[in-house]
């Protein structure tokens, strides 16, 4: 069931579901749902009075797994219009040939179609492409780093996700969002980083911090890099 609290002028959502366990248990989703596990004999008064003390917590939460949003607005696809790689403008250009390249040319994108609305598939498929290269180059040194914690991921793949830069499956699989192509490496290596620190500990404890803050020391300036460039 679903069930609210109000936290000063905050509303608190949550999913509440009983079960045959003896403690009362709190988890923040990456797609920021709050789901509440209790005990079968616990009443709705004392679950709420749980949310409300660790109101401070969930609304941290909330805001940590924001970041991993991605909120790039929706570029068009015209002669002029500028677009992200790696963190650096460039001005899109788009040439009429029937021989269909994507090429970085000083500071612009030179898509040569074929027909003008070819142009966002090829140049889709570019970031892809560059994408696949470029975050195995900047993972695998990071990856080395992490092998002195007995970790390695099983694999690192690529897939659009609406709301996440980045997760870690429970088998080890690291998935990243094509779309961080267009940040600079900071933020990629943030990303991988923090999906690495997973393999470790799985939940946005202390000691998952601690552990992210010992091996990306800046990682806060990358979070809101993150968060400011793709906003």
Known sequence: MTVAIQFGSTTIDFILEYSDRKSLGITVTPEM?????APTDTTIEKVKEK???KAPWIIKQKSFF???Q???PKRKYLSGET???LGRQYRLQILIAQEESVK??????????????????????WYFQHAQTKFHEIAEPLIV??????VEPSSIVLRYM???WGSCTSKGKIILNPELIKAPKGCIEYVIIHELCHLIHHDHTQKFIDLQTKEMKDWEKWKMKLEKLLA
Do not use: M
Request: aromatic residues 8%; without cysteine; hydrophobic residues 35%.
């Open 33 to 37: 749902e709050v789901l509440v596990k």
């Open 51 to 53: 949310i409300r003390k």
């Open 66 to 68: 924001l970041s991993f």
């Open 70 to 72: 991605p909120k790039a």
């Open 83 to 85: 677009h992200l790689y």
């Open 104 to 125: 970085l040319k000083g500071k612009s994108i030179e898509v040569t179609a074929s027909v003008k609305s070819r142009a966002k598939d090829l140049l889709e498929n």
């Open 145 to 150: 780093k992490f092998k002195k914690y007995k």
């Open 162 to 164: 609406p709301t996440r």
